[in-house]
Nanobody
Framework: QVQLVESGGGLVQARGSLRLSCAASGRTFSSYAMGWFRQAPGKEREFVAAISWDGDSTYYTDSVKGRFTISRDNAKNTVYLQMNKLKPEDTAVYYC????????????????WGKGTLVTVSS
């Protein structure tokens, strides 16, 4: 079984930065695509960013382009989400997802999911 554990969430002021981490265990991490999703109170879960197994391809939702960066370290079985210039509307629980298919990951159909980490951005 794969386990994903997110960390790095917290309270930050608008225009501040946070770096989320998602540590994977239980499988060969390097052969899987990874993604970040978020769910704000009262809203549906939405795609944030995804990265291919080798890190060569990255995808972002429009609202975070230029502010967020997804990256991975296969030696550490960890994917990161660097979030800069945070806005109050970025407040949400952030989840990481893992799947062999990058398309499935981007579409929210990843096989494995973490339990999430809360990011709160104050104005």
């Amino acid at each position: 079984q794969v386990q994903l554990v997110e960390s790095g969430g917290g309270l930050v002021q608008a225009r501040g930065s946070l770096r989320l981490s998602c540590a994977a265990s239980g499988r060969t991490f390097s052969s899987y695509a990874m993604g970040w999703f978020r769910q704000a109170p009262g809203k549906e879960r939405e795609f944030v960013a995804a990265i291919s197994w080798d890190g060569d391809s990255t995808y972002y939702t429009d609202s975070v382009k230029g502010r967020f960066t997804i990256s991975r370290d296969n030696a550490k079985n960890t994917v990161y989400l660097q979030m800069n210039k945070l806005k109050p509307e970025d407040t949400a629980v952030y989840y990481c997802s893992l799947d062999r298919s990058l398309l499935a990951t981007r579409q929210g159909r990843g096989t494995y999911w973490g339990k999430g980490t809360l990011v709160t951005v104050s104005s």
